[in-house]
């Protein structure tokens, strides 16, 4: 299984990665993340962009969203206080929502 071929695209990595990403940027509003959330935050991101399929109609979303958490300040060591953290949980939400909709287990 190649991870990336559209076809075999696992929702299920996805929507964890989500997860992750909404979660750690809730803390990081609230406190500074320390060094494990932060590596958790960045293998999320790193997931989320190596697994979402080029040709899907919300990659252009899902990559965006993975750069505004890169320029935010949230994956800084030490660090700096983020900002749109709203909007990056928001587009958490949407993609999360997304992938519900769609029909089976891979995003294509």
Do not use: F
Not at 97 to 104: A, G, I, K, V
Request: glycine share 4%; hydrophobic share 35%; net charge negative.
């Amino acid at each position: 299984m190649n991870p990336h071929d559209p076809e075999s695209v696992n929702k299920k990595l996805l929507k964890t990665s989500l997860s992750t990403v909404w979660s750690h940027v809730y803390i990081a509003a609230l406190r500074d993340l320390d060094l494990k959330k932060i590596q958790e935050l960045r293998v999320a991101i790193s997931d989320i962009r190596s697994n979402w399929p080029e040709n899907d109609s919300y990659y252009g979303r899902a990559n965006l969203m993975c750069e505004w958490v890169a320029i935010s300040g949230i994956l800084s060591e030490p660090p700096r206080k983020p900002r749109g953290t709203e909007a990056i949980m928001q587009d958490c939400q949407i993609l999360g929502r997304y992938l519900d909709l769609t029909s089976d287990d891979h995003v294509s």
